[in-house]
């Protein structure tokens, strides 16, 4: 008998007699907050994430240029600012080990917990969202659902093969409880809201 | 009422060392310990239980050391307790909190009483998306599976993430004796591996170590210089020794978080992102899986991820939670799904609900016993609370000792999100251990001798009547010696002039 | 004993009484619904201290881990004693560390819990402590003496019964 044949079968025989039915799971949502753009930014800061807030007037892109100002390898996923590393040239993830800013549209993003989802569509080469030394993330306030129980309704759980939430910068408190960004991935993750352009409707 | 102190060693308190400011001016504490980071005195590290062979675990003794380490022992309690602080302060922000844990729990109990089913669909479904699945019986051949995987590829490296599975298998040293070198990413885990021991906690595996501790192992292991022992310093020479081998590695493995039947997902929670470096850098990825680890569908997961982290650390939701549905292009992706006696133990008519653990840690943070003990006195892979009721599944006789390591208090079993009834587990276990002949004749005796007495009112009386009136006249030489346990550390207790029972029956006259 | 006393062969008689066996804080507060002390006055600063027996399983109190509104049945009754001030320890209701036998086979643990936990009240500025179970306060008596903290043990009968310091 195979392994799987051996494990199966033994769950059979060993099954509780006992009847539990499973229950249906409520969404949650009889007190949606007043904003949840504002809850967003209220969890992301919990967990360590930095929202940037827009200027009142001019370049809405103003504050992600003035962070990428210095840096020397920038890695762009998005058509609303340009960078210098491509990615569709990246064969080999180890390619983009010197990657100082990447900047990438979120999916959608969850209000309960400061979360973003980035999933293989939005990152084209998985590893660059973990391999940058700061992450920027652009976000359609339209886009932010209250909880995790509506997140999981969204199609690209069933539709795509990685999708991941990111919530704040890598962290660790392994060491006395003392709190690290950066610990193995990004050291910093910024979130920048701004509206889908016609020309990039969700895809 | 006056306002509560908030530490139980005040004198821990550091200076505030600059960290993790936010935009205005709080400083950001969360999954950390309390505000102000804890600062203690350099002190040898208590190294945890002795293990000879099979012989049974003596938690009691390595317990004892643990305390007899101030520093750590201080440190430890302080910290955990923090988390489960932390973890309260979350549940008091969400009104349907114990609802959640009430579905989480019914979720599991209908998954592993239809297990057969639900693995059975998850293998279809990945297999559909392009992911290989494996089946391993026990520990050996989940490691002989792996090996044969990183073969096939000509693997001679592997990075990884953190897995209690794993630590089950015994897999680093199965790798290590077949020449294939393993990188842990996780900067508790990677620690545990310098230093060459097991990890401590399930979620945060160093934290019986201070950070002169690591200071030590580092400056052996990765060249950090020996007296160094800042933090920031200790965890950027990590990010940077570790960050070539992750680059260079032939293959990634991770655990397993949950597993998602309708689509063939599984879910890896990480805060550090190394799972997500560990599966996204090389071509290969290998995730391990416990059977138990399935739930049915995505809109169960909602009710897990809300949980998990909220009851673990006491933050809303790990920094990642990351979904694998399938290879990336141009990689390969295999899943180990491991039994190794989760399915004899789902025949176990008291202990089948143990299986529903989803591996958070909060029963290890609340428990008074694992926070002066320190997770390395239990001898096993799985300390703390749930450790007690799983342990002695995988070895009967070494982990003979574990249910009497608990004051039956009970606080595990409130703080569980699965609603496991730890602590009714435990008792059930010391029942089953004498059954089976695996708790030494004293113990038993002195246990059967206490059930006799306290069962018989009459006897009880007379027995607490006499030992009253001998305490109030024995010298102190005669109670205070080697062969009196009680006498060791506390003072005897006074004789009440009467006891409650003679109070009650002279003053209300009723029948007692 | 309403719950576990199932050892024995349940006689009418042995239902019965577990079914009256009502521990005294239930007796008083759910069934007598005691109003008043007249007769009570404590005029110091206590530490309510809930054993995880009465706490947990008896629900005397809400416990800490439980997402549930608060009540405390000892502290309905013992805020009707004249002159009595609550202090809370930083760890209400973690465990004294008695246990039963675990207080015999880990003796080690269970008195550095018994040690911290009077630390703990006396840190709050609690003069006494007070509980419905006698064996967690002989623990904690035996633990504070050991280590020279100048507590004072009373049970809870004791103050509602009128005791003076």
């Given at each position: 008998m195979s392994s799987r044949d051996d494990i199966l079968t033994t769950i059979r025989a060993n099954r509780p007699p006992v009847d539990r039915p499973l229950p249906d799971v409520p969404l949650f949502d009889q007190h949606p907050p007043a904003s949840l753009l504002a809850t967003f930014k209220d969890s992301l800061h919990g967990m360590g994430g930095l929202f940037l807030d827009p200027p009142p007037s001019g370049d809405p892109l103003a504050r992600v240029r003035a962070k990428i100002a210095d840096a020397k390898v920038v890695c762009?996923?998005?058509?609303?600012?340009?960078?210098?590393?491509?990615?569709?040239?990246?064969?080999?993830?180890?390619?983009?080990?010197?990657?100082?800013?990447?900047?990438?549209?979120?999916?959608?993003?969850?209000?309960?917990?400061?979360?973003?989802?980035?999933?293989?569509?939005?990152?084209?080469?998985?590893?660059?969202?973990?391999?940058?030394?700061?992450?920027?993330?652009?976000?359609?306030?339209?886009?932010?659902?209250?909880?995790?129980?509506?997140?999981?309704?969204?199609?690209?759980?069933?539709?795509?093969?990685?999708?991941?939430?990111?919530?704040?910068?890598?962290?660790?408190?392994?060491?006395?409880?003392?709190?690290?960004?950066?610990?193995?991935?990004?050291?910093?993750?910024?979130?920048?809201?701004?509206?889908?352009?016609l020309q990039n409707p969700t895809h | 009422m006056s306002t509560p102190p908030t530490m139980l060693h005040p004198e821990l308190l550091a200076r505030h060392d600059g960290d993790a400011i936010l935009r205005d001016g709080r400083r950001l504490d969360h999954a950390e310990a309390a505000s102000k980071p804890l600062r203690s005195r350099p002190e040898p590290q208590p190294r945890g239980a002795k293990i000879h062979g099979n012989r049974p675990v003596d938690q009691a003794e390595a317990a004892a050391c643990f305390i007899a380490a101030p520093e750590h022992e201080k440190m430890h309690d302080e910290r955990l307790w923090d988390l489960r602080q932390k973890r309260d302060r979350e549940m008091h922000g969400i009104a349907e909190w114990e609802e959640l844990r009430s579905l989480a729990s019914a979720i599991k109990e209908h998954t592993l009483t239809h297990l057969d089913e639900y693995l059975e669909q998850f293998e279809a479904k990945a297999r559909a998306n392009g992911i290989h699945v494996h089946w391993a019986r026990d520990a050996a051949d989940h490691n002989?599976?792996?090996?044969?995987?990183?073969?096939?590829?000509?693997?001679?490296?592997?990075?990884?993430?953190?897995?209690?599975?794993?630590?089950?298998?015994?897999?680093?040293?199965?790798?290590?004796?077949?020449?294939?070198?393993?990188?842990?990413?996780?900067?508790?885990?990677?620690?545990?591996?310098?230093?060459?021991?097991?990890?401590?906690?399930?979620?945060?595996?160093?934290?019986?170590?201070?950070?002169?501790?690591?200071?030590?192992?580092?400056?052996?292991?990765?060249?950090?210089?020996?007296?160094?022992?800042?933090?920031?310093?200790?965890?950027?020479?990590?990010?940077?020794?570790?960050?070539?081998?992750?680059?260079?590695?032939?293959?990634?493995?991770?655990?397993?978080?949950?597993a998602v039947a309708e689509t063939g997902t599984f879910?890896?929670?990480?805060?550090?992102?190394?799972?997500?470096?560990?599966?996204?850098?090389?071509?290969?990825?290998?995730?391990?899986?416990?059977?138990?680890?399935?739930?049915?569908?995505?809109?169960?997961?909602?009710?897990?991820?809300?949980?998990?982290?909220?009851?673990?650390?006491?933050?809303?939701?790990?920094?990642?939670?990351?979904?694998?549905?399938?290879?990336?292009?141009?990689?390969?992706?295999?899943?180990?799904?491991?039994?190794?006696?989760?399915?004899?133990?789902?025949?176990?008519?008291?202990?089948?609900?143990?299986?529903?653990?989803?591996?958070?840690?909060?029963?290890?943070?609340?428990?008074?016993?694992?926070?002066?003990?320190?997770?390395?006195?239990?001898?096993?892979?799985?300390?703390?609370?749930?450790?007690?009721?799983?342990?002695?599944?995988?070895?009967?006789?070494?982990?003979?000792?574990?249910?009497?390591?608990?004051?039956?208090?009970?606080?595990?079993?409130?703080?569980?999100?699965?609603?496991?009834?730890?602590?009714?587990?435990?008792?059930?276990?010391?029942?089953?251990?004498?059954?089976?002949?695996?708790?030494?004749?004293?113990?038993?005796?002195?246990?059967?001798?206490?059930?006799?007495?306290?069962?018989?009112?009459?006897?009880?009386?007379?027995?607490?009547?006499?030992?009253?009136?001998?305490?109030?006249?024995?010298?102190?030489?005669?109670?205070?010696?080697?062969?009196?346990?009680?006498?060791?550390?506390?003072?005897?207790?006074?004789?009440?002039?009467?006891?409650?029972?003679?109070?009650?029956?002279?003053?209300?006259?009723?029948?007692? | 004993m309403r719950d576990n006393f199932d050892a024995i062969e349940q006689t009418a008689e042995v239902k019965e009484v577990r079914a009256r066996t009502f521990e005294l804080i239930e007796f008083l507060h759910d069934i007598q619904k005691v109003e008043a002390f007249p007769w009570a006055r404590f005029p110091h600063r206590v530490g309510l201290h809930n054993s995880c027996g009465t706490l947990r399983r008896l629900k005397h109190a809400r416990p800490s881990e439980l997402h549930e509104p608060f009540f405390s049945k000892p502290m309905d009754l013992l805020t009707k004693v004249e002159g009595i001030e609550f202090v809370t320890p930083a760890r209400p209701d973690e465990c004294c560390g008695f246990g039963g036998t675990f207080s015999v086979f880990e003796e080690v643990v269970s008195t550095k819990m018994g040690y911290d936990k009077v630390s703990d009240h006396a840190r709050a500025g609690a003069e006494y402590i007070v509980s419905a179970d006698s064996s967690c306060l002989m623990h904690q008596q035996g633990c504070a003496e050991r280590i020279g903290v100048p507590l004072k043990f009373i049970h809870i009968a004791q103050i509602l019964n009128g005791a003076s310091a």
């Open positions: 762009s996923m998005v058509p609303e600012i340009a960078g210098n590393r491509n990615i569709a040239d990246i064969i080999r993830p180890q390619g983009l080990a010197d990657v100082d800013f990447a900047i990438v549209r979120a999916s959608f993003a969850v209000a309960e917990t400061g979360s973003v989802l980035l999933s293989e569509t939005d990152l084209h080469v998985n590893a660059v969202a973990y391999l940058a030394q700061h992450l920027i993330v652009l976000l359609d306030p339209a886009d932010i659902v209250i909880n995790l129980h509506h997140a999981y309704r969204r199609p690209e759980f069933r539709d795509r093969h990685y999708v991941s939430f990111h919530t704040g910068p890598s962290a660790t408190a392994d060491i006395e409880g003392v709190l690290i960004h950066g610990a193995q991935g990004v050291r910093s993750l910024s979130v920048l809201p701004l509206a889908r352009s | 002989r599976i792996v090996h044969g995987i990183l073969n096939d590829h000509g693997a001679k490296s592997l990075i990884k993430s953190k897995s209690m599975l794993t630590e089950e298998c015994g897999f680093r040293a199965y790798m290590a004796s077949v020449g294939i070198e393993v990188i842990e990413t996780d900067l508790g885990e990677r620690i545990q591996q310098l230093d060459n021991e097991d990890p401590s906690h399930i979620v945060v595996p160093a934290v019986h170590k201070l950070r002169t501790d690591v200071a030590a192992v580092f400056s052996k292991t990765i060249g950090t210089d020996p007296d160094n022992s800042d933090v920031h310093y200790l965890a950027e020479a990590q990010r940077e020794t570790t960050r070539p081998l992750i680059l260079a590695a032939d293959a990634g493995m991770t655990g397993c978080n949950f879910v890896v929670c990480t805060n550090e992102g190394n799972a997500d470096l560990s599966a996204n850098v090389p071509k290969l990825h290998i995730a391990s899986i416990g059977i138990e680890k399935i739930v049915p569908r995505l809109e169960h997961l909602a009710v897990f991820v809300r949980l998990l982290s909220r009851s673990a650390l006491g933050s809303p939701v790990t920094q990642y939670t990351s979904h694998f549905r399938g290879p990336r292009e141009g990689g390969e992706m295999h899943v180990v799904l491991v039994d190794n006696g989760r399915s004899e133990r789902l025949g176990m008519e008291e202990f089948w609900t143990s299986l529903k653990c989803i591996r958070c840690g909060a029963c290890m943070n609340t428990c008074p016993v694992y926070r002066r003990s320190g997770g390395l006195s239990y001898g096993a892979t799985y300390s703390g609370p749930i450790g007690l009721i799983i342990d002695p599944t995988f070895n009967a006789r070494k982990y003979s000792n574990l249910p009497f390591a608990s004051s039956l208090n009970g606080s595990c079993s409130n703080v569980c999100p699965v609603k496991i009834n730890i602590h009714e587990q435990i008792y059930a276990w010391r029942r089953e251990l004498v059954k089976q002949h695996e708790v030494p004749l004293a113990k038993k005796a002195a246990m059967k001798a206490a059930g006799e007495l306290l069962s018989r009112p009459a006897a009880y009386r007379a027995a607490i009547a006499t030992a009253d009136v001998a305490l109030a006249h024995l010298p102190r030489f005669v109670i205070y010696n080697g062969l009196n346990a009680w006498g060791r550390h506390r003072e005897v207790p006074h004789s009440p002039n009467q006891t409650f029972h003679s109070w009650h029956k002279a003053n209300r006259g009723e029948k007692s | -």
